[in-house]
Structures are given as C-alpha cells and as structure tokens.
C-alpha cells in the first residue's frame, strides 16, 4: 500500500485498488488474470465493445422512427 510521504492522490490510489479493499483472502489481482487455456474474467477494457453496441442500438431506432412508425399509423389505401 501507498505510504503518506508520496502523496494523499498516491495513498488513495493505493488504497482504492488495494487487494485487501476489493478481494478476499488468499486471491490476488493475478489469479483474476485467467488460466492459460483460454478461459477467463472479463477485463475493464471488455466495456469498451459496450460503445459501438449502444451506437448501433441508437441508429436503427433513429431509422425506425423516422421510416416505419410514420406509416404505421396510416390506414392502407
């Protein structure tokens, strides 16, 4: 853990992602990297997929609005 003397942004960096704070006895932040078979915890970077996602998600709803749900209100002709 961080020590008073290299800042109190250090020390509480230190403490935030201190293994004692966030993880149980006996597991480290290694043991959450994964075994070697290719199988293992999502990482923080995985929430970056969540983006292009959300975007995609956005435009069809966008295209819906502005092509289908105006002529389905419409009695056909």
């Known amino acids: 853990m961080a020590t008073a003397a290299q800042g109190p942004l250090s020390l509480l960096w230190g ?3 201190s293994e004692r704070f966030w993880l149980p006895e006996n597991v480290s932040w ?3 990297e994964g075994p070697a078979d290719g199988y293992g915890y999502p990482h ?3 929430i970056l997929s969540v983006f292009p996602l959300a975007a995609g998600i956005f435009f069809v709803r966008l295209l819906f609005e ?3 749900a105006i002529l389905l209100p419409q009695p056909p002709k």
């Open 15 to 17: 403490w935030l992602w």
């Open 30 to 32: 290694a043991d959450l």
């Open 44 to 46: 923080g970077r995985h």
């Open 66 to 68: 502005r092509v289908q």
